[in-house]
């Protein structure tokens, strides 16, 4: 009977430990965004191009075509940045609320960028700033990334 009282008790510590570690993310979310040569909204974009996701939430960057990247550009102040390499997979958590900038090196000039909004878009204005400084220098597409913006809540 002591060594049965014993081993419930330890498997309930073992479980309260795990259902403790599952609680901190059990409510995050995974997101993909693929990295294209040719997708639904054109050449060289990343899709989707614009995300809503939650505090917390993963993102996963997948370059399903040859040489492409993913780089944190602007993003909310103190928030987790990134700068993938080529043909890599890159994931980061989403830990600040704003809206996260991003563009791929190789195709920026195509207008290969994107956006993230989790929750309220404290940092627009300055999403705002560099995407017309980021526009002007778009070879094609120069309107994408207004057009990303206009998708924003």
Same mark, same amino acid.
């Given at each position: 009977?002591?060594?049965?009282?014993?081993?419930?008790?330890?498997?309930?510590?073992?479980?309260?430990?795990?259902?403790?570690?599952?609680?901190?993310?059990?409510?995050?979310?995974?997101? !993909?965004?693929?990295? $294209?040569?040719?997708?639904?909204? +054109?050449?060289?974009? &990343?899709?989707? =191009?614009?995300?809503?996701?939650?505090?917390?939430?993963?993102?996963?960057?997948?370059?399903?075509?040859?040489?492409?990247?993913?780089?944190?550009?602007?993003?909310?102040?103190?928030?987790?940045?990134?700068?993938?390499?080529?043909? !890599?997979?890159?994931? $980061?958590?989403?830990?600040?609320? +704003?809206?996260?900038? &991003?563009?791929? =090196?190789?195709?920026?000039?195509?207008?290969?960028?994107?956006?993230?909004?989790?929750?309220?878009?404290?940092?627009?204005?300055?999403?705002?700033?560099?995407?017309?400084?980021?526009?002007?220098?778009?070879?094609?597409?120069?309107?994408?990334?207004?057009?990303?913006?206009?998708?924003?809540?």
């Amino acid at each position: 009977m002591r060594n049965t009282l014993a081993s419930v008790r330890g498997l309930s510590i073992v479980l309260s430990a795990i259902f403790s570690l599952c609680s901190l993310n059990g409510f995050a979310a995974e997101h !993909e965004i693929r990295m $294209v040569n040719m997708g639904s909204s +054109g050449q060289m974009v &990343f899709e989707p =191009a614009v995300l809503q996701v939650a505090v917390g939430d993963r993102v996963t960057f997948l370059p399903t075509d040859p040489e492409h990247d993913s780089i944190s550009v602007v993003t909310p102040e103190g928030a987790n940045t990134w700068h993938g390499q080529r043909n !890599e997979t890159v994931t $980061v958590t989403i830990n600040k609320e +704003g809206i996260y900038l &991003f563009k791929c =090196a190789p195709h920026f000039y195509f207008g290969m960028v994107g956006l993230i909004q989790a929750g309220e878009a404290l940092n627009l204005n300055d999403i705002n700033k560099a995407a017309v400084k980021m526009s002007a220098k778009f070879v094609v597409n120069q309107n994408r990334l207004k057009g990303y913006l206009a998708q924003l809540k």
